[in-house]
């Protein structure tokens, strides 16, 4: 079975600043994929980083890099220089060789005050 | 914009109805996934769909039913309404390789129905 824990259920950074999202997963497969999505008010699920259970490299997206410590099982989501438009909320998923779905954490609310 | 094109946008109606959702997949997809979001219940697989065939079932209910065209859009079917099937559901699709674990899936703005 594949399991997200995402422990933050909400965060509140001021603008500009770094601010770190947590995600541990568990797995006994070897090959599985890691994914971070945005979620605005509006709605819409966005996707921004993806990391390989076999990438030696943490992934980076602009301003998004994925801090992944395979040994700790997690992927934990980096945002830096934070903007106003980065309030929302963010899920961490996973999903495995051969399995067809991406299972979720339940989410952290992230709020950028200004 | 990811691509995934849902409707309608939003939907309400009453208890013990039936809709259909609508969803067109990114060009070139050929994998649809069904999810379901609830406030209490979070993020929820459904169902999967892979150029027309069923290929995984997730937490659908019974009362629930999808389909995958040859011109690969998909309905969900949701029958027997009752007022705890008020959610958003996001369609979302993914690339050519079914069960490869590095394809991202990209997600439609969703359908936020309302059962009344």
Known sequence: AQKITQTQPGMFVQEKEAVTLDCTYDTSDPS???????????????????????DQQNATEGRYSLNFQKARKSANLVISASQLGDS????????RQGAQKLVFGQGTRLTINP | DSGVTQTPKHLI????????????????????????????????????????????????????????????????????????????????????????????????????????
């Open chain 1, 88 to 95: 929302a909320m963010y899920f961490c998923a996973m999903r």
């Open chain 2, 13 to 116: 109606t009453a208890t013990g109805q039936r809709v259909t959702l609508r969803c067109s997949p990114r060009s070139g997809d050929l994998s649809v996934y069904w999810y379901q979001q609830s406030l209490d219940q979070g993020l929820q697989f459904l169902i999967q769909y892979y150029n027309g065939e069923e290929r995984a079932k997730g937490n659908i209910l019974e009362r629930f039913s999808a389909q995958q065209f040859p011109d690969l859009h998909s309905e969900l079917n949701l029958s027997s309404l009752e007022l705890g099937d008020s959610a958003l559901y996001f369609c979302a699709s993914s690339g050519r390789t079914v069960g490869s674990y590095n394809s991202p899936l990209h997600f439609g703005n969703g359908t936020r129905l309302t059962v009344t």
């Open chain 1, 32 to 54: 599985y994929g890691l994914f971070w999505y945005k979620q605005p008010s509006s709605g819409e699920m966005i996707f921004l980083i993806y990391q390989g259970s076999y």
